[in-house]
């Protein structure tokens, strides 16, 4: 979640991250200095205001106003936590691209306005990290939606060369804020595009993937964000490979007394006090509001990164439920690059090891951004953006479709796991109790990424491994005990993958809680002379954990029967993946993934946030691939 308009180029200008640009963005108010003194030579004018909110708090806002423009101006807004002043990323510059980025180069005739929302940098206020919708979590008459049509009221009525159209968008955060304030869009509103956006946060978002608590992400983005309200301030760790510290660290509760104060990081407590999907996090739940909403469908173009290592299901659940409500197919709209994090924004013509044959972020800026706001802006001729615009990340080339994620002429169809830890599209035809094993040891639990894992934040390698770590190459822990792998045969024809893929493992366990993580991997062939630096690279492309106390359901925890063959499904985040030929498919199935997940006990206790060192157990896991308990994954080719 912590990602910036401009996040992929920050990690290279400010030490591999958006927060170093913060520690320098200004946290006075404007009656101080001004976040850029003016220059006579600049194309642009820029305003500081704070404008008031229907509670009387006033929110700092930064307008940045082009000199040259002749007709008058459609409004682009972010609303974001991260310091409105960090955005005038090169602010000794006269131009207002310059200023603003490369990123910014696409769009022309704009007013960018960038507000700090409540209580962070120079607004005014109480912040409240991720501030429920008004109800029972959310009993003042104010939240992000209240907030976006008052500043955009604002906006139109008083800055002066705009043409009364406003489109609010942003990455992460400024995402969520975004999708906000389509839930009482103001009738300036006229377009949004939520990039990346935290859509729920205990479903596959920021905080938890089906339960399983993501503490190493969760514990730096607290700490960064609650401990000054006008400075990100990173947490300081005491071994540079983290593996270790947080083997060493104790329970989420444990670690929350000994660095955190409760008084200012509250969010922490929040998050391990709720560790079930309760009221709490079912009624912050951002797609239920927009499924249910009755208000106007504004234009939105949903962007979604297919390797998103903070928020990747947020993007495709809030196209989702937006959908059923574009009678005409011609409102709302998904487009999925092959990027990390906010990486729509900067260079995306690689990630990590896998280059994309093109600039993949500057070709959607460019040919799908700029018409889609131009349009519904500035009244330029309808483009012809496609329903659903996809990237191949096997043929890497950008695919068009009129729905998603069931898109047409897929059909359905399920990959089993064989006996001989092979893949295979026809189910087993083993007896009854044929199952892999494998021993599952809580402290030695199997790393996401390779050795040492760094810190998140404020570190430019361990930044750098952290957006790009669901491309890694899986061979780091293909062949250890605790990793079983299936594979199949060299194809002899191209396979391509769309849309959801669903896991359905039918396992048992010697403990009474287990976790479940499953890897769908593109295994490169040994030589091509193609990509001779790519042999034998296993390239993850989808991989995602279930906690298996939540099998039954994700409200109520409970206890696993020991040596029980119980049935776990789950979804994968989506996919559109050409499987080439003379590659492999492989499947990798697992049950920790360290310290990007916190480990499970194994041994059942009410909360894990509160498991004792005396409470992980080792314990033998047990994956069966026969015919009557076919473990299996059920996606959707394009042929039968």
């Given at each position: ?5 401009f ?5 290279v ?16 108010l ?15 004018t820029?305003?500081?205001?704070m ?8 929110l ?13 101006m ?44 409540r ?51 942003g ?22 595009v ?6 729920d946060?205990w ?35 005491s ?11 104790g ?28 009221a ?13 909403s ?5 234009p ?8 998103d290592?903070?928020?990747?299901y ?16 011609d409102l709302?709209?998904?487009?999925a ?38 349009h ?11 329903p659903?615009?996809?990237f ?39 007896p009854p ?6 021993v599952?040891?809580p402290?030695?639990?199997?790393p996401?990424?390779?050795r ?7 570190d430019e ?21 605790d990793v ?6 060299p ?24 976790d479940?993580v ?6 490169f ?18 991989g ?8 039954e ?34 499947v ?34 047990r ?18």
């Open positions: 979640m912590l990602r910036s308009h996040g992929s180029r920050w990690p200008l400010q030490s591999a991250l958006l927060i170093a640009a913060m520690l320098v963005c200004l946290s006075a404007p009656s101080a200095a001004a976040v850029r003194a003016p220059n006579p030579d600049d194309d642009f820029l305003r500081e205001a404008i008031r909110m229907r509670d009387g708090v006033k700092h806002t930064i307008v940045l106003t082009p000199k040259a423009a002749t007709d008058a459609p409004i682009l807004l972010m609303r974001t936590p991260y310091g409105a002043a960090s955005y005038l990323e090169v602010k000794q510059a006269t131009q207002l691209n310059s200023v603003l980025g490369a990123s910014s180069a696409e769009l022309h005739g704009y007013i960018f306005v960038y507000q700090d929302i209580g962070l940098n120079g607004s005014e206020g109480k912040f409240v990290l991720a501030r429920p919708p008004r109800g029972p979590f959310n009993t003042t008459q104010t939240d992000e939606t209240t907030d976006a049509w008052d500043s955009i009221d604002w906006l139109v009525k008083n800055v002066r060369g705009t043409n009364g159209r406003v489109a609010i968008y990455t992460s955060y400024a995402g969520w804020t975004s999708l906000m304030a389509l839930l009482d869009p103001h009738p300036a509103l006229k377009a949004a939520p990039v990346n956006p935290a859509v946060f479903m596959g978002d920021d905080w938890f993937h089906n339960g399983a608590f993501r503490p190493a992400y969760a514990f730096e983005y607290v700490h960064g964000l609650e401990t000054d309200s006008k400075e990100w301030t990173p947490v300081a760790f071994d540079a490979d983290t593996y270790t510290w947080w083997l060493n660290a329970s989420p509760r444990e670690i929350g007394v000994r660095y955190l104060d409760p008084k200012r990081h509250k969010y922490w407590t929040l998050l391990t006090t709720h560790p079930t999907y309760d709490y996090w079912q009624n912050g739940a951002l797609d239920k509001y927009l499924a249910k009755t208000a106007r469908l504004v939105t173009m949903h962007v979604h990164g297919l390797f290592q903070e928020d990747i947020g993007a495709p659940a809030a196209y989702a439920a937006m959908e059923p409500r574009d009678k005409k197919n709302n709209f998904l487009v690059g092959p990027w990390y994090h906010g990486q729509n924004w900067g260079a995306g013509d690689h990630l990590g090891a896998m280059h994309w044959d093109e600039e993949t972020a500057r070709r959607w800026r460019e040919d799908v951004l700029a018409p889609f706001l131009a519904h802006l500035k009244d330029a001729p309808a483009s012809s953006l496609a659903v615009k996809v191949n990340t096997g043929t890497r080339r950008w695919e068009t479709f009129t729905a998603w994620p069931d898109a047409p002429g897929t059909v359905a169809r399920s990959l089993y796991l064989q006996p001989n830890h092979s893949v295979d599209w026809h189910a087993p035809a083993a109790g044929t199952a892999d094993a494998f599952s040891d402290t030695k639990p199997v996401y990424q390779p040492p894992v760094r810190r998140i934040y404020d390698a361990g930044y750098a491994a952290w957006r790009a770590w669901l491309v890694a190459d899986q061979r780091f822990v293909d062949g250890r005990p079983l792998t299936y594979v199949s045969e194809l002899t024809s191209a396979v391509t993958v769309r849309g959801t893929v669903s896991a359905r493992l039918f396992a048992e366990t010697t403990g009474s809680d287990a479940w499953v890897k769908l991997i593109d295994v062939p040994a030589q091509d002379a193609a990509e001779p630096d790519m042999g034998g690279y296993e390239f993850m492309i989808t995602n954990v279930l906690r298996g106390r939540y099998r359901g994700f409200d109520v925890a409970k206890a696993i029967e020991p040596n029980k063959a119980l049935e776990y499904r789950f979804d994968l985040p989506q996919v559109n993946h050409t499987f080439r030929p003379g590659h492999r498919i492989m990798q199935v697992q049950s920790s993934w360290f310290p990007l997940y916190d480990r499970n006990p194994q041994t059942f206790v009410p909360s894990i946030m509160e498991a004792k060192t005396s409470d992980y157990r080792v314990a033998t896991h994956v069966h691939v026969s015919a009557d308990l076919a473990s299996r994954l059920d996606l959707r080719t394009d042929s039968p």
